[in-house]
């Protein structure tokens, strides 16, 4: 239940790459990074570079009323307040004929810009972009909402596991050992 006056904000985690990240491998802007509507050209191919296919973390705060999206704690890209700004939204296809929306953003106190893909880039794979548009409505915010989470994500706390014996024969070593819940544990 919400107190009147009260203010709702939201904090989630979204995984943009540096713009500089997809570039051009065909076309007419050959050697050039994703860029915004209007710079970048329809029918030039992107491909993620090797390398560089590491997303930036970014727990990005939100509230109704507001403008936009900002930086919710200091990171790598830039501090607690700084505001995100809706750059464009491009289309890409890749020869499968697989869509990916990609919303660019600006990060307002650096200048940087930032690709937020909507799905997976798989790297070494070709896209061609299909279409650009600016988005200076509030429909970005939909799609900006679509590809983040809610943070922060709780971590499991790791079991420990004691010695184990059947019907006095050891099976496993007399210390303790640290179970995580991803992978497999054998005991011989």
């Known amino acids: 239940m919400q107190i009147p006056g009260e203010q709702i904000s939201y904090v989630r985690r ?16 050959m050697g050039e ?19 560089t296919g590491a997303a930036l973390p970014l727990p990005v ?22 505001r995100l700004i809706p750059a464009g939204r491009h289309l890409l296809m890749s020869q499968s004929g697989a869509e990916i929306a990609v919303l660019m953003i600006r990060h307002a106190a650096s200048g940087r810009l930032l690709a937020l893909p909507l799905a997976p880039v798989p790297p070494r794979t070709d896209f061609t972009l299909i279409a650009s548009e600016e988005r200076v409505d509030g429909g970005w915010m939909r799609d900006f909402l679509h590809v983040s989470r809610v ?3 709780p971590r499991p706390a ?27 544990a054998r005991h011989r």
């Open 61 to 82: 705060r939100m509230q109704p009323g507001t403008p936009g999206p900002v930086i919710a704690r200091d990171t790598a890209l830039g501090s607690e307040g700084d």
């Open 33 to 51: 990074a994703l860029d915004l509507p209007g710079i970048s050209r329809i029918g030039d191919i992107y491909r993620l570079l090797p390398g």
């Open 158 to 184: 790791p079991l420990t596991l004691g010695p184990l014996t059947d019907a006095g024969t050891k099976v496993a070593p007399t210390a303790p050992q640290v179970l995580r819940r991803h992978g497999l």
């Open 14 to 29: 979204i995984e943009p790459f540096d713009a500089r990240a997809l570039n051009v491998s065909m076309g007419v802007c």
């Open 151 to 153: 943070v922060p994500e």
